[in-house]
């Protein structure tokens, strides 16, 4: 079974930052995409980052500059680290890992205070 974990959420105010982290166990695989997707209140989940295998990135408009991904494939493990955020930002962001089916966190909570 493959189980994915976020951690690094938490309360941050306007203009700090934080760093997600999303370690996976189980699988014996490597995932081909990584990704960091959010859900606020009342929005749907939207995705964020993405990260291939290749390490090529995608990011969302309202996140360039401000966002990094990154992974480690030999751990399949994807992080993000978020700066200069914004209380727009407030939302539960789940990790995401495709091997020819989703996987999906439990989600952590970011909660950018104004």
């Known amino acids: 079974q493959v189980t994915l974990v976020e951690s690094g959420g938490g309360l941050v105010q306007a203009g700090g930052s934080l760093r997600l982290s999303c370690a996976t166990s189980g699988g014996g695989f490597r995932f081909t995409t990584m990704a960091w997707y959010r859900q606020a209140p009342g929005k749907q989940r939207e995705l964020v980052a993405r990260i291939l295998s290749s390490a090529s990135t995608f990011y969302t408009d309202s996140v360039k500059g401000r966002f990094t991904i990154s992974r480690d494939t030999t751990k399949n493990t994807v992080y993000l680290q978020m700066s200069s955020l914004k209380p727009e930002d407030t939302a539960v962001y789940y990790c995401?890992?495709?091997?020819?089916?989703?996987?999906w966190g439990q989600g952590t909570q970011v909660t950018v205070s104004s």
């Open positions: 995401h890992g495709y091997y020819f089916r989703d996987y």
